[in-house]
């Protein structure tokens, strides 16, 4: 069964950067749509970047237009969301997941199938 693996959190200042990587070790994430969803403390699992398969559409929720990137790296087999500018709202557990391909990606998190442990940033001076 496909398990993500994410990579990359951390504590940064406000203004700072991180890249997150997404995982699956024995699979070909390029088969999959791959979401990035993050969770902060007493709230829900929010939608924060996806990317398709089938079509390369992307998607980010208006909060991180501008600042955050999502890509692909097949020869790496690696999918990632490089995160610039962070602000202290950022602060969250982030959780790579996976769908099966469509043209548009979702940002719903109960469209996808699989998950990884999640990654903690942390966003403070």
Known sequence: QLQLVESGG??????GSL????????FT???????WFRQAPG?????????SSSS?????????????TI???NAKNTVYLQMNSLKPEDTAV???????????CS?????????GQGTQVTVSS
């Open 56 to 68: 390369g559409k992307t998607n980010y929720t208006d909060s991180v237009k501008g600042r955050f």
């Open 107 to 115: 940002g719903y998190a109960n469209e996808y199938d699989y998950w």
């Open 19 to 26: 890249r997150l990587s997404c995982a699956a070790p024995g």
């Open 43 to 51: 709230k829900g699992r929010e939608g924060v970047s996806c990317i």
């Open 71 to 73: 890509s692909r790296d």
């Open 10 to 15: 951390g504590l940064v200042q406000p203004g």
């Open 94 to 104: 982030y959780y790579c997941a996976a769908e099966t391909p469509r043209y548009y």
């Open 29 to 35: 994430l390029d088969y999959y749509n791959i979401g």
